[in-house]
T-cell receptor, first 114, second 114 residues
């Protein structure tokens, strides 16, 4: 299994540009989520999905969209990039909604918005 | 609302000495507690979790953690640190009463010196 994969690894955007961060998992996990990591702030949840066709907002959803058309894929879209969105983005998945399941993380995408 | 605190931004320890990384939490219900480790330029890796049962939990790479309900703590420990343990460590809590959301602490950087 490849686990959780993310592309690209690095990206530089100009303010106002849009882009999609890709995330895929091959573990047949129901639950997928996107986090951003900023220094000293841990990881903050952007959006999550409990299954194909179902998505919901996390604690910092503004400026981001998601969709979940298949179990495997969970892309994150930046609609109009802003410097405040400079961060490292992690996609994660877990087996199901049960709280005891641990999450598996992708390697991250480092995004810089100028 | 649930929260996690990691009071130390950085912990320095000599190789071979015991390592402790502190974590305290606040939840309204029964917590599920997790520790993750992040090596440079990598995603987070699961170390261990407390769900129920024995308060001492053993995990990967020789790490263990002790759940203390009265002190609302879940400190990570390793009896003899290795230089390769140098990394960023995150404590996280999931509270079923809070919709199963996983909340991360701000992270503690561990530096093990030879």
């Amino acid at each position: 299994n490849a686990g959780v994969t993310q592309t690209p690894k690095f990206q530089v955007l100009k303010t106002g540009q849009s882009m999609t961060l890709q995330c895929a998992q091959d573990m047949n996990h129901e639950y997928m989520s996107w986090y951003r990591q900023d220094p000293g702030m841990g990881l903050r949840l952007i959006h999550y999905s409990v299954g194909a066709g179902i998505t919901d907002q996390g604690e910092v959803p503004n400026g981001y969209n998601v969709s979940r058309s298949t179990t495997e894929d969970f892309p994150l879209r930046l609609l109009s990039a802003a410097p405040s969105q400079t961060s490292v983005y992690f996609c994660a998945s877990r087996l199901g909604q049960q709280g005891s399941y641990e999450q598996y993380f992708g390697p991250g995408t480092r995004l810089t918005v100028t | 609302a649930q929260s996690v605190a990691q009071p130390e931004d950085q912990v320095n320890v000599a190789e071979g000495n015991p390592l402790t990384v502190k974590c305290t939490y606040s939840v309204s219900g029964n917590p599920y507690l997790f520790w993750y480790v992040q090596y440079p330029n990598r995603g987070l890796q699961f170390l261990l979790k407390y769900i129920t049962g024995d308060n001492l939990v053993k995990g990967s790479y020789g790490f263990e953690a002790e759940f203390n309900k009265s002190q609302t703590s879940f400190h990570l420990k390793k009896p003899s640190a290795l230089v390769s343990d140098s990394a960023l460590y995150f404590c996280a809590v999931r509270d079923l009463a809070a919709g199963n959301k996983l909340t991360f602490g701000g992270g503690t950087r561990v530096l093990v010196k030879p």
